[in-house]
């Protein structure tokens, strides 16, 4: 099987256009999903569990009789933890080991300084009361999106975590429930989609209400969150996942072609690109990749994937590389070069890069330590990985002593009265001291 994978370069005219073209990726769902969505979410919050119930049994093909039903018990828990294989049990406890350790180096603390008059200004950080983390079911059920979601939280000191994940046709993941377990949250219910967004924005009468949403979710999930916000925070709004890998031409081919497969795999949408200088090196990839396609499992996905949206670049010169790779803004970047410490400041925009040859983009997915909840579809340009800051906020401390406040007096008062806001410029007044 021969991939027929698109081969660009920016020497030829037409090259910028072309991948704006391949990179383009419309996350807005249409007009059917987004009544479908409000509809549910409508629903949700006038009719509470019942509606959360209707919504369940039908889309996840379940047959539960009341919502106390939904919440997963402790000993159904401790049950599904005893049913995993040892060896991924410790592969968990490491990952989320690791996991914490890097996000203890994200935690801000309240900070504040004393000006000379006296004035005290500063900042307070406290943690998010309680916080909700959808996670996919079924088929698509992701253990290491537990852990990302759910540590960086706990190290932030949020006091509840709220977990909701789909169980279609009844099917429970033991290990989806080990990493909950291992992670820390507090409480898991067996809902999904978009009356799952919906209980945790506005609440059940079993589903307590939080103040943010995290977590990957299909269209719907997507759909609901976008339309919930403001309600509550939420993470972001992720497109489908993608790489960039800018290789030298001196990485084992094979190892790049497997790298490539590591998106390519997770859906038909996925993205994978390379960019070299060398041309001779991307025929040797794409050479490993016709050779390594056939042992894979989900090769029929990774060959839509990589023939939907997949390039193999050619740039003239490494600088080149760097300027297409800040274009792009990718979730994953592999920096596969010698010395990647020199071009990694080059980088301003990309969600997570990966350094060297040995440092495969699979690593971070599970246990290198970084989040891998990380911005998509170019939004790397103005967002970051999820992390303790998402589950903090700041509030800010204005202690005026009285030479303070009266000095201050004197630079609000002509602000205010030039915005024709009397009542501001004389409250601010009434603390000026007279002369």
């Given amino acids: 099987m021969s991939i027929n994978i698109k081969r660009l370069s920016t020497q030829e005219e037409g090259f910028k256009n072309e991948l704006d073209a391949l990179l383009a990726w419309d996350s807005v769902s249409d007009l059917d999903v987004q009544q479908t969505v409000a ?23 379940c047959e539960f009789k009341a919502a106390e039903q939904l919440e997963v018990p402790v000993a159904d828990i401790q049950a599904a933890i005893a049913r995993v294989d040892a060896s991924i049990l410790q592969a968990l406890k490491s990952a989320a080991e690791r996991v914490k350790s890097y996000h203890l180096h994200q935690k801000q603390d309240s900070w504040q300084y004393e000006e000379a008059d006296g004035t005290v200004l500063g900042q307070q950080v406290m943690p998010l009361d309680r916080v909700g983390v959808y996670v996919p079911g079924g088929k698509a ?7 990302m979601n759910v540590m960086p939280a706990k190290v932030a000191g949020v006091k509840e975590i709220i977990m909701v994940v789909p169980t279609p046709d009844g099917v429970v993941n033991d290990i989806v429930l080990a990493a909950a377990s291992i992670a820390g949250v507090d409480r898991i219910f067996t809902v999904g989609g978009a009356q799952a967004v919906a209980a945790l924005a506005y609440g059940t009468e079993t589903i307590p209400k939080v103040d943010k949403i995290v977590g990957p979710g299909n269209i719907f999930v997507a759909t609901a969150k976008r339309m919930v916000f403001g309600a509550v925070g939420i993470d972001m709004i992720a497109g489908p996942s993608e790489i960039l890998v800018v290789c030298d031409g001196k990485t084992d081919p094979d190892w790049i072609a497997m790298d490539l497969f590591s998106q390519a795999e997770h859906d038909e949408d996925a993205q994978s690109i390379l960019i070299s200088p ?3 090196y991307l025929d040797k990839v794409l050479e490993s990749m016709n050779k390594l396609l056939e042992g894979q499992s989900r090769k029929d996905i990774i060959l839509a994937s990589l023939e939907g949206r997949g390039a193999l670049v050619h740039v003239a010169s490494m600088d080149e590389a760097i300027e297409i790779a800040n274009h792009v803004a990718a979730e994953h970047l592999e920096l596969s070069v010698d010395q990647p410490e020199l071009w990694a400041p080059k980088i301003r925009h990309a969600g997570a890069i990966f350094m060297g040859r040995h440092t495969a983009e699979a690593l971070g997915d599970y246990c290198a330590g970084p989040n891998h909840v990380l911005p998509t579809s170019g939004t790397a340009r103005f967002s970051s990985p999820l992390g303790v800051y998402d589950f903090q906020k700041r509030s800010s401390l204005i202690n005026c002593s009285v030479q303070g406040a009266s000095e201050l007096a004197k630079i609000a008062g002509p602000l205010a009265r030039g915005e024709s806001l009397q009542a501001h410029a004389m409250s601010a007044e009434y603390r000026q001291i007279k002369d």
Avoid: C, H, M, Q
């Avoid at 509809?39 to 996840?60: P, Q, S």
């Avoid at 059920?141 to 852990?147: G, N």
């Fill in 39 to 61: 509809n549910i979410v409508f629903d949700v919050r006038k009719r509470g569990n019942d509606a959360l119930l209707e919504y369940t049994n039908k889309f996840d093909r």
């Fill in 141 to 147: 059920a992701y253990p290491s999106s537990v852990l």
């Fill in 278 to 280: 060398d041309a001779a």
